[in-house]
């Protein structure tokens, strides 16, 4: 049974282009969410999707937006990069009721230049 | 809002010591709490979670944290530490009214010298 996967591993951008980061959740799991986490802090949650809707959201720019598709596999995509965006986003998945364990995956760390 | 304290950024430890790691958290409204450990270059992973009912909560690799409602903390705690325990834990809460977002605090990295 495949846990979480994300891709890419790695990714490099330069100030004002935009990415896209994918999220595979754990086989069963219908809800996928997105945190940021900075070099040395804890993660921040971004958002949370569930039934291809934005649930919850953080305090965090419409610069940063997300997307739920039909087999519950996600994507966040951040515009106009800027400098501090550079950290590892972290997605994770868990059943519809969010008391039920999240698991996480690996990240996607982005480095902005 | 809801917010996470862990008071010490930084905990060495020697093998087969016990250790403590400390979180307070602060918030309105009854909440769930977790512990996640997060080893370097790797996504997290859950040690234990209180959802309610006993206040004293065992989870995976030998760890244990207590829920005090009245001091507002849940501290993690290990009778004796591995060097394969050196990792980054965090402590987060979600409020029950709320329980899609949860909010993580600082981080403890544990050092388990040899």
């Known amino acids: 049974d495949a846990g979480v996967t994300q891709s890419p591993t790695h990714l490099i951008k330069t100030r004002g282009q935009q990415v896209t980061l994918r999220c595979s959740p754990k086989?069963?799991?219908?809800?996928v969410s997105w945190y940021q986490q900075a070099l040395g802090q804890g993660p921040q949650f971004i958002f949370q999707?569930?039934?291809?809707?934005?649930?919850q959201r953080g305090n965090f720019p419409d610069r940063f937006s997300g997307h739920q598709f039909p087999n519950y596999s996600s994507e966040l995509n951040v515009n106009a990069l800027l400098l501090g965006d550079s950290a590892l986003y972290l997605c994770?998945?868990?059943?519809?009721?969010?008391?039920?364990?999240?698991?996480f995956g690996p990240g996607t760390r982005l480095t902005v230049l | 809002a809801q917010s996470v304290t862990q008071l010490d950024s930084q905990v060495p430890v020697f093998e087969e010591a016990p250790v403590e790691l400390r979180c307070n958290y602060s918030s309105s409204v009854s909440v769930y709490l977790f512990w996640y450990v997060q080893y370097p270059n790797q996504g997290l992973q859950l040690l234990l979670k209180?959802?309610?009912?006993?206040?004293l909560v065992k989870g995976i690799n030998g760890f244990e944290a207590e829920f005090n409602k009245s001091q507002t903390s849940f501290h993690l705690r290990k009778p004796s530490v591995h060097i394969s325990d050196t990792a980054e834990y965090f402590c987060a809460v979600s409020e029950k009214t709320s329980y899609d977002k949860v909010i993580f605090g600082p981080g403890t990295s544990l050092s388990v010298i040899p």
């Open positions: 086989s069963g799991h219908d809800t």
């Open positions: 209180y959802l309610s009912g006993s206040t």
């Open positions: 999707y569930y039934e291809e809707e934005e649930r």
């Open positions: 994770a998945s868990s059943l519809k009721r969010f008391t039920d364990t999240q698991y």
